[in-house]
Antibody, heavy 119, light 112 residues
Framework: QVQLQESGPGLVKPSETLSLTCAVSGYSISSGYYWGWIRQPPGKGLEWIGSIYHSGSTYYNPSLKSRVTISVDTSKNQFSLKLSSVTAADTAVYYC????????????WGQGTLVTVSS | QSALTQPASVSGSPGQSITISCTGTSSDVGSYNLVSWYQQHPGKAPKLMIYEGSKRPSGVSNRFSGSKSGNTASLTISGLQAEDEADYYCCSYAGSSTPDVVFGGGTKLTVL
């Protein structure tokens, strides 16, 4: 059974960089598929952040592209998200997921982690 | 404001059928057969219900079906059950020159 688990600080100061890691078990990232990040502000809808192919190719939401970096570490079977220059608008539950096609066909998800941006 | 338009809420009685619409443009829904639908219960991660417009992942009930006409995709749930009460989100691939995925604002389904 494929499982994903997000980890990282739950509180980030404005203007700093948000960093999250998604550990994958039950499937080797190097075997294929895309691996993505999605967020959901409290009480609001979903927003695609971006995804990375197992080979390292990345795809980002154009509205966030200047601030987002997604990377993969196949040796640790995990992938990571960095979002720079955060503001209160970046406060959200952040989900990682396996994406079958890079078009949001996410069959396995982490449970999500709330990141609050506040001083 | 979301790129795709969904009704804020729909409701139905147990056993009935409901349809949730998802309206986009010729740059997203209308151009690609890459619409997915997600079900989200409170405090839980979204669950994939439909992908590529009308395909059901293994394990998803055949009471859920998807379709598309022009720039509008639809999710139909037949034989409504209490556990279907949840938020439903559509999303579509929207990349032309650069990859992009857009979401609808979500629809709250209430089973009366």
């Amino acid at each position: 059974q494929v499982q994903l688990q997000e980890s990282g600080p739950g509180l980030v100061k404005p203007s700093e960089t948000l960093s999250l890691t998604c550990a994958v078990s039950g499937y080797s990232i190097s075997s294929g598929y895309y691996w993505g990040w999605i967020r959901q502000p409290p009480g609001k809808g979903l927003e695609w952040i971006g995804s990375i192919y197992h080979s390292g190719s990345t795809y980002y939401n154009p509205s966030l592209k200047s601030r987002v970096t997604i990377s993969v570490d196949t040796s640790k079977n995990q992938f990571s998200l960095k979002l720079s220059s955060v503001t209160a608008a970046d406060t959200a539950v952040y989900y990682c997921a396996r994406d079958l096609t890079a078009a949001m066909v996410n069959d396995y998800w982490g449970q999500g982690t709330l990141v609050t941006v506040s001083s | 404001q979301s790129a795709l338009t969904q009704p804020a809420s729909v409701s139905g009685s147990p056993g009935q059928s409901i349809t949730i619409s998802c309206t986009g443009t010729s740059s997203d829904v209308g151009s690609y057969n890459l619409v997915s639908w997600y079900q989200q219960h409170p405090g839980k991660a979204p669950k994939l219900m439909i992908y590529e417009g009308s395909k059901r992942p293994s394990g998803v009930s055949n009471r859920f079906s998807g379709s598309k006409s022009g720039n509008t995709a639809s999710l139909t749930i037949s034989g409504l059950q209490a556990e279907d009460e949840a938020d439903y989100y559509c999303c579509s691939y929207a990349g032309s020159s650069t990859p992009d995925v857009v979401f609808g604002g979500g629809t709250k389904l209430t089973v009366l």
